[in-house]
C-alpha cells in the first residue's frame, strides 16, 4: 500500500457504503408503499404542507446575497436607485 496515494487520505462518503444503500433502498420503498397506500391522506394534507413551507424557507435561507441595501460592495448606497 503506498501512503503517498490520495485516494487513502479520503474518507469514503457513506453513499458508498452497502449497509447504508440498503438502509436507503429500504426507507425508499417503505415511503413508495406508504404514499401509495395512503396517497388520500398525504393530498388532504398538501395545502398545509405548503403553508408551512413559506415560513420555513423564510428561516433557512438567511439573509446574504441580497445587495442593493447598502453593503460594503456599493459603498453609495446607489445600487437599485434609478
Do not use: Q
Amino acid at each position: 500500500m503506498n501512503s503517498n496515494d490520495p485516494a487513502d487520505d479520503r474518507c469514503p462518503t457513506p453513499w458508498r457504503r452497502p449497509l447504508t444503500l440498503a438502509w436507503a433502498a429500504t426507507v425508499v420503498i417503505a415511503v413508495f408503499y406508504l404514499l401509495r397506500e395512503h396517497w388520500g391522506h398525504v393530498l388532504g394534507w398538501w395545502p398545509y404542507l405548503l403553508l408551512m413551507l413559506c415560513p420555513l424557507m423564510h428561516l433557512f435561507h438567511g439573509h446574504g446575497g441580497h445587495g442593493g441595501h447598502g453593503s460594503k460592495h456599493d459603498p453609495d448606497g446607489k445600487h437599485g436607485k434609478h
